[in-house]
């Protein structure tokens, strides 16, 4: 399995500030994602990081509130701009397509709670 | 488009009884499914996994579900339910490139004594 570390772990914000969260893999993977999930609620696709070009962002997220990177195959970010309270939520990454893994597993990291206040 | 349907976001039974949790879903092609466990203040967890192979799938801590494509449902279930298996339970769909994945709206689960 695919060993995932996200930082940070937790945060809290201020109303108006940006916060970058950082996701890294111990192994090379074909595909990485970013989920939030808001309190009492799923996990809701934000985008798919896409390495050395830009991610392809699901409907109702737009590159400005969340600019993603992925310069290589084992470590991507995500930035939650201008933050405001309803951005308070888990947000996670998630990997698939380990060098040599099994097929049709998506890997997650322990994910960053964000509060927004 | 896929998308998933868990029905009941909160099932509670007693330790030792059956774990029966409700998923089903939409899709124009038979998709690959999976069902994920999530314990608190932690990541998501794979409990199995449907990927065209036999339609009856065992996963680990003693869980299976049957894909059942008339009935378009991949229900989770556990013969007798323990204490450690509370937490919340996520039902999730993709297609056959796993290029992406959709989740349910999750099912907690709680075990009583």
């Known amino acids: 399995s695919a060993v995932i570390s996200q930082k940070p772990s937790r945060d809290i914000c201020q109303r108006g500030t940006s916060l970058t969260i950082q996701c890294q893999v111990d192994s090379q993977v074909t595909m990485m994602f970013w989920y939030r999930q808001q309190p009492g609620q799923s996990l809701t696709l934000i985008a798919t990081?896409?390495?050395?070009?830009?991610?392809?962002?699901e409907s109702g997220f737009v590159i400005d509130k969340f600019p993603i990177s992925r310069p290589n195959l084992t470590f991507s970010t995500l930035t939650v701009s201008n933050m405001s309270p309803e951005d308070s939520s888990i947000y996670l990454c998630?990997?698939?397509?380990?060098?040599?893994?099994?097929?049709?597993?998506?890997?997650f990291g322990e994910g960053s709670r964000l509060t927004v206040l | 488009a896929q998308s998933v349907t868990q029905l009941g976001s909160h099932v509670s039974v007693s330790e030792g009884a059956l774990v029966l949790l409700r998923c089903n879903y939409s899709?124009?092609?038979?998709?690959?499914l999976f069902w994920y466990v999530q314990y608190p203040n932690q990541g998501l967890q794979l409990l199995l996994k449907?990927?065209?192979?036999?339609?009856l799938v065992k996963g680990i801590n003693g869980f299976e579900a049957e894909f059942k494509k008339s009935e378009t449902s991949f229900h989770l279930t556990k013969p007798s339910a323990h204490m450690s298996d509370a937490a919340e339970y996520f039902c999730?769909?993709?297609?056959?490139?796993?290029?992406?994945?959709?989740f349910g709206s999750g099912t907690k689960l709680n075990v009583k004594p």
């Open positions: 990081a896409n390495q050395g070009s830009e991610a392809t962002y």
């Open positions: 899709s124009s092609v038979p998709p690959y």
């Open positions: 999730a769909v993709s297609g056959h490139n796993f290029n992406k994945f959709y």
């Open positions: 998630s990997v698939y397509g380990l060098a040599g893994g099994p097929t049709g597993e998506l890997f």
């Open positions: 449907y990927t065209s192979a036999a339609t």
